[in-house]
């Protein structure tokens, strides 16, 4: 009974100096899944498969890969808000998570009480695209000719409300021009309109569009992050080309279930933020067309706070509207 009661007290000495509770060690045993609100394939299942295959060594237990596509990302999003709020359950939120605040009229979650930041994965910029039938070489050079042309240059995006069509309307508030938005049902047929010259610009993902670019078939006029992207080093911002301060990325994070302990916030802070870190998956998100980010949980909770007045404000302004 004595070596009982003497190895139950080493038990807690060790758990207490490692800095966490019994319940907690308890807690990083059961399985971790992250919830992707889109169909396999795409950036968002990517990041979370290389996250996954890297966390499960050190969490001990699985960490698996949920894809709950529908609904623009609401089916996924409403499922890890419905979680037990002890960190197991993760959503690969994506920008449209604060834009849906907008563009919904009601929602089965309250996107900010409802879910805990973890970290922000990953940025990707767009790059503002010209048909090289249309005589412009520069952001400047657009916005001369758009002056002279109200109405009359157009711009494809995925639809109507996406990350594509925000970064169009921004550029035309900016510049008092009037880019005429052509949505489409997916950035696929967006891009081919425009590779065959029927739509004339488009504010696109770099990595699909960079082989068109590199073959001349379109022309990069302007990257839409604040930095130059390391993909396309050699082309100029949007904020470098007379628009200061213009900036629309689309953007990839983790967010847990709303009420999560602190302590388990910062434990999966620390290990997913190491695993971005490392040189293997930095590379490997370039390759992607995104860019790591890696940052605290109160620096992902102040830069959603913040997507939400600058999209919210855009989408009343506009009068976009799911419903």
Not at 248 to 256: A, I, Q, V
Request: include cysteine.
């Amino acid at each position: 009974m004595r070596h009982a009661a003497a190895a139950a007290c080493l038990l807690a000495w060790i758990i207490f100096s490692l800095g966490c509770s019994p319940a907690f060690a308890q807690a990083t045993t059961k399985l971790l899944r992250i919830v992707v609100p889109f169909p396999p394939g795409g950036t968002s299942d990517y990041l979370s498969r290389l996250i996954a295959e890297r966390l499960t060594p050190v969490w001990g237990a699985n960490v698996i890969v949920e894809n709950r596509p529908g609904a623009s990302n609401i089916i996924g999003s409403d499922s890890v808000a419905r979680a037990a709020p002890d960190g197991h359950s993760l959503l690969m939120a994506f920008s449209t998570h604060a834009s849906n605040l907008c563009v919904y009229k009601k929602l089965p979650y309250d996107t900010i009480r409802d879910f805990e930041p973890v970290t922000n994965v990953a940025i990707a910029p767009h790059v503002l695209v010209a048909h090289p039938s249309l005589p412009v070489r520069s952001v400047g050079d657009l916005i001369a000719i758009a002056k002279t042309k109200p109405g009359e240059l157009n711009f494809a995006s995925a639809g109507s409300g996406s990350s594509q069509h925000l970064a169009g309307e921004i550029f035309n508030s900016m510049t008092g021009v009037k880019l005429v938005h052509i949505p489409y049902k997916g950035g696929v047929p967006a891009l081919n309109d425009v590779l065959g010259g029927h739509t004339l610009l488009m504010f696109a993902p770099i990595l699909p569009v960079l082989p068109h670019i590199n073959a001349g078939k379109l022309r990069p006029l302007g990257i839409t992050s604040l930095r130059r992207s390391q993909i396309l080093p050699d082309i100029p911002t949007l904020a470098e080309s007379g628009l200061p301060g213009y900036e629309s990325n689309s953007w990839f994070g983790l967010l847990t279930t709303g009420s999560t302990p602190k302590a388990m916030i910062i434990k999966l802070n620390s290990e997913i933020v190491r695993i971005l870190k490392t040189p293997e998956v930095q590379k490997a998100l370039l390759a992607q067309g995104v860019e790591p980010i890696g940052d605290s949980p109160e620096q992902f909770a102040e830069f959603i706070r913040a997507e939400i007045r600058k999209t919210c404000a855009l989408v009343r302004a506009l009068g976009i509207s799911a419903d």
